[in-house]
């Protein structure tokens, strides 16, 4: 079955800019941007049960960082897009050595407030953010190929989503994972099974940054304009909101919550008047019907079929 | 041998004529022989609908209109209108849409300055004229292209400037207080607000708020301490309400001068500021050529009630910047009329650079040149007192210039 879901994806990501137009590549491009910020949220609350509400912050350093990388020393845009997961999970380590000393809604107050902070930088500092005006990002570029159009960015855009997943499917496989997963499910065992508990926990928030760091570098390959505004409260809200859709602590959640959450909202878009009342009925369906997420409700429906 | 050569010369002239003939006429999207196809874009949901549902049914209307009396040279006007959410990604998502998939000729949207800016080099660079619905988008209208216009309401440069022109002019104001934003619309107004103070000799005590403000105990009591003649609010509907508020508490008489973008709703106004009481030395910056409803615009109110009479019968409609979308498509309108009957996008970009003309709906007329891409810089003010308007003598504007 996950070999017939894979091979589906793959034939839908390999026709999609053949035969679609700018407009519909746009749209993928930016949900595999939103995937990889999922993703980066899953390993830390999903996978580590840390509350974390910056997740727009390390976004938004990623844009920035890799944004003015390229444009004012011209770096290709694989360095770039590195530039800012490496910018991201350098603070995002040290936000994790602060919420050692926290947790629950302490822990989600005090990122919350890193959060707002942080756009209040973006907004502030004039010289290297453009503030209030926005910063113009050049066209990515690597050995003198320039990505200007959606098509042109998203070969590279899948490439570094995919190669993000396997990433988190490595991480999830490994040690590491496993001492994920053991601080999720209690503390205090896991420090018992010799799990270093402070440790993992910086770890996972590092990462995790440097997953939305990564999601900000790969939204300057199709997008040349970042204003703070897009990168408050409400960015972090929807990634929690995808993640949670699609089904908290699970890998295939974290990508089936952005993809599904991403269409349904575009969709809603062409129904102004219905919108806001379809989202939450949406939503609350979810919590109700679904709560372990999309991605549980499919598989148990799938079993459920195959027994009967 | 000469018949077949002359057999393969016209075959060649016919194939040449047939593949250009489709294929110029395919240059241009969205034109057929009986429609021309407009882009429309929008916040049409949420908490910001209030900024551009109305004008975007303002615009329509007018192309309504214009179909009625026939259309331009022939052709009608036919709106694909997209939900923008006053949000980047989606603005530049509805842009794509219409410009990819629904294939317009050319675009007419926007009312939220840094969404719109999102937009600006896709549309550059895809050679898409854009001409603004009533965002200020002085982001993108500066440094100039040769395909966005914009500011139908007013440029945040000038809505500065003009606030400072006003508050020298009337009261003779020395020093003023001078409260805006910390965002975009903060950053332009406050450059425009210099510009005149420099040249009118007035001091400004500047405090930057954040739009989403609870208290402005702390701001207000360092703008009263710098003893002004006058306060100048420059914000949205929250901070302005909260500061009048706190200057009536505080027993500030001083004239309270707000800018355009501090209210969509005069009587809301009132009640959020806690009566007429705080009032009492009120006046309020407009962009329209009369009082809203007066004498001079109440063609474009009796055109709304006919065109939309089941939103005109709710209470709050038409909501306050409806009148605002009617100069933007009129500019468009005009544009494809002097394009002539054969409009391509290079024409109408050329005709838009020339306008210059009153559309009966602003403070000021509507002027583009070879590098002025803001169409008003005029404002009015209006003297509230809780219950009645006064329209003051005179239009205002900035001194600001952009210096590229």
């Not at chain 2, 551009?52 to 303002?58: K, L, Q």
Request: proline letters at 5%; glycine letters at 10%.
């Amino acid at each position: 079955m996950r070999f017939v879901a894979l091979t589906v994806a793959a034939a839908i990501l390999i026709a999609l800019p053949l035969v679609t137009t700018g407009y519909v590549v746009y749209l993928a491009n930016l949900l595999l941007t939103f995937t990889v910020l999922c993703l980066g949220m899953h390993i830390v609350i999903g996978e580590t049960g840390q509350f974390s509400l910056a997740h727009a912050a390390f976004y938004g350093i990623g844009i920035y960082a890799a944004g003015i990388a390229g444009t004012s020393f011209g770096t290709p845009f694989p360095v770039s897009i590195l530039i800012g997961g490496l910018a991201a999970a350098a603070i995002g380590f040290v936000i994790g050595m602060v919420a050692l000393r926290m947790r629950d809604i302490y822990l989600a107050l005090a990122t919350f407030a890193f959060g707002e902070a942080m756009q209040w930088v973006f907004l502030n500092w004039n010289a290297v953010t453009g503030g209030p005006n926005g910063l113009r990002i050049a066209p990515a570029r690597l050995f003198g190929l320039e990505l200007v159009t959606d098509k042109d960015a998203y070969p590279f855009v899948v490439a570094t989503a995919v190669a993000m997943l396997v990433l988190t499917v490595i991480v999830a496989r490994a040690r590491l994972g496993r001492s994920f997963r053991a601080v999720r499910e209690s503390e205090i065992a896991a420090q018992a099974m010799g799990v270093p508990v402070q440790r993992t926990k910086v770890v996972a928030f590092g990462i995790s940054a440097f997953f939305a760091g990564i999601a900000g570098g790969m939204f300057t390959l199709f997008s040349t304009y970042i204003h703070p505004d897009s990168l408050g409260f409400q960015t972090t809200i929807l990634v929690l909101t995808m993640v949670v859709v699609g089904g908290l602590g699970s890998i295939g959640g974290a990508v089936g919550g952005a993809i599904a959450f991403g269409l349904i909202s575009e969709l809603l878009r062409q129904a102004p008047s219905f919108q806001e009342i379809a989202y939450g009925a949406i939503l609350i369906l979810f919590m109700m019907y679904a709560p372990k997420g999309l991605f549980a409700f499919l598989a148990d429906r799938f079993r459920g079929a195959r027994h009967a | 041998m000469t018949v077949i050569k002359s057999t393969a010369l016209a075959a060649g002239l016919a194939a040449a004529l047939l593949g250009t003939g489709p294929a110029a006429a395919q240059q241009e999207p969205g034109l057929t022989p009986t429609t021309i196809k407009i882009g429309m874009f929008a916040p049409l949901s949420g908490a910001n609908m209030a900024y551009g549902f109305d004008v975007a049914n303002a615009a329509k209307m007018y192309y309504d209109k214009i179909n009625k009396e026939g259309g331009i040279h022939g052709r009608k006007i036919e709106v694909v209108l997209e939900d923008d959410r006053c949000n980047a990604n989606d603005l530049v998502a509805a842009v794509k849409k219409l410009v990819e998939q629904d294939q317009v000729f050319m675009l007419n949207g926007g009312s939220c300055s840094a969404a719109v800016v999102a937009a600006k080099e896709y549309v550059v660079r895809n050679k898409v004229p854009l001409v603004m619905l009533n965002a200020s988008g002085d982001g993108a209208l500066y440094p100039p292209t040769d395909y966005i216009f914009g500011a139908f309401s007013i440029s945040q440069y000038a809505v500065g400037g003009a606030m400072i022109d006003f508050a020298a002019k009337t009261f003779g104001a020395k020093k003023v207080a001078y409260v805006n934003h910390d965002d975009a619309y903060g950053a332009w107004n406050l450059e425009g607000a210099k510009a005149d103070a420099e040249a009118s000799k007035v001091d400004l005590a500047v405090e930057s708020v954040n739009p989403t403000i609870n208290d402005v105990t702390a701001p207000f009591l360092k703008l009263r301490a710098a003893n002004p003649d006058a306060l100048l609010i420059v914000t949205y509907a929250r901070p302005a309400a909260l500061m009048i508020k706190k200057a009536a508490e505080m027993g500030f008489n001083k004239p309270i001068i707000l800018s355009v973008t501090g209210t969509a709703n005069l009587s809301q106004l009132m009640q959020n500021v806690g009566g007429p009481d705080a009032l009492k030395n009120f006046y309020v910056q407009d962009v329209l050529a009369d009082l809203p409803g007066g004498p001079k615009i109440k063609w474009v109110y009796d055109m709304y009630k006919q065109s939309y009479p089941d939103l005109a019968a709710k209470p709050d409609h038409p909501q306050a910047y409806m009148p605002y979308g009617i100069p933007s498509a009129m500019s468009i309108v005009k544009a494809l009329q002097a394009a002539g009957p054969n409009p391509t996008r290079e024409k109408v970009l050329e005709a838009m650079k020339t306008l210059n003309f009153d559309s009966g709906v602003m403070a000021g007329p509507v002027v583009f040149g070879p590098s002025e891409r803001a169409a008003n810089k005029a404002t009015i003010f209006i003297k509230f007192d809780g219950t009645n308007q006064t329209l003051q003598p005179g239009v205002y504007s900035s001194r600001w210039k952009f210096k590229g």
